[in-house]
């Protein structure tokens, strides 16, 4: 992973500041893409059917999302996650002195989308009933299709993301509704979001 640096972490804040989502290209270096893709290879009979609902009515719907998740511990992240990790530190420290949000942790997985499967589109922060404040997503993989595709609050598109690997975006969890789409190929991605409670 290449040093961040003031300079990139400013281009983050102000893309946000002007759209609501910064996407930065290369983030992840190919040597720690291969490092992460080795754990994702090694942990992969781990992973667990991502499920839709309420807390209490929990279930697994593949007509909505077919992805598989397993949480890494941001407090503790092993190797190679500690590099992440603390590039989401430093940004969610300066995303509070520019914004003031009082983001205080953000929980985290890596996922993974079997050919042909999706996920609805859908919004990461409901009205009084989460404390998701910014969404982001770091893509692993080469893969043909796996858009992810934001939409404003009148459902007009306003950016198609290809998961291009080792780029990173990052969105206001309560402005874009979102989808991602059918890949042809497996789909990987470590995904979370910052929230404005401490939640460990």
Known sequence: MPSEGQGMLEQILHEIERNGFALIPNLISAPDLVEINSFFNQHRSEFR??????????????????????????????????????????????????????????????????????????????????????????????????????????????????PDPGSFICFMSDEFPHEVKPSSKERRSFTGWMHTKIIY
């Open 49 to 162: 059917p991502a499920l839709v609902g309420a807390k209490n009515n929990l279930q697994r719907v593949e007509s909505v999302r077919g992805d598989y998740t397993y949480w890494i511990d941001a407090l503790n992240p092993v190797s190679p996650f500690d590099k992440l990790v603390h590039f989401l530190d430093e940004l969610r420290e300066e995303i509070n002195k520019k914004f003031f949000l009082g983001l205080q942790q953000y929980e985290c997985h890596l996922a993974f989308y079997p050919p042909g499967s999706f996920y609805k589109k859908h919004i990461d922060r409901h009205e009084n009933s989460s404390t998701r404040s910014l969404s982001f997503v770091f893509y692993l993989n080469e893969t043909t299709g796996g858009e992810l595709v934001l939409y404003n609050k009148n459902n007009e598109v306003i950016k198609i993301v290809s």
